[in-house]
């Protein structure tokens, strides 16, 4: 039977959409694995997101709380708000109540990517503060580490990410992911869906 990863994202300009299909790839390439794109509901009215000057939605069908349970594994991304996920990805975790008393996704492995504005604009807290939702849920963080070796050294070039997980800057929203970001977001899909398989093989 195979091991099902979903990936699982919010998205407002593009950014870490591009960032969860590379992150699909990765994971798909482990053999065994299914890996699934799904996207969480959205909370602004369209008249807010065409100010805003949101993306179109992708055709990334939208997940329901309960269909959380059918996965072995999950990888959530989502943008930076002031340091923290955004509110869309806050208010689909806060959905999740009946999970969290039945604690249903206790055990199952879980990574975290993101999208900031700028260098300074949050990669680490908006990690850090995510995990919270992980633990009371008593999921597994599965951080990347340094397991993407040379890339996560890069100095001479702008690189998104950390040990906590992927990630990219959108500056102004016109920078899109560069390879090199690309690079991990699919190599953090490869190593959380292989960690995935290894766990639910050992139950």
Known sequence: MATKVYIVYYSMYGHVKKLA?????GAASVEGVEATLWQVPETL???VLGKL??????DTPIISAAELTEADGFIFGFPTRFGMMSAQFKAFFDS???LWGAQSLSGKPAGIFYSTGSQGG???TTAL????????????????????????????KVKGGSPYGAGTYAGDGSR??????????????KYIATITKKLKGAK
């Open 53 to 58: 000057g949101a993306a179109p939605k992708s």
């Open 21 to 25: 299909e590379e992150i699909k790839k």
């Open 129 to 156: 503060t995510a995990i919270t939702q992980l633990v009371h849920h008593g999921m597994i963080f599965v951080p990347i580490g340094y397991t993407f070796g040379a890339g996560m050294f890069e100095m001479e």
């Open 45 to 47: 009215h369209e008249d």
């Open 176 to 189: 899109q992911p560069s390879e090199l970001e690309l690079e991990q977001a699919f190599h953090q899909g």
């Open 122 to 124: 949050g990669q680490e």
């Open 96 to 98: 999740t109540g009946g």
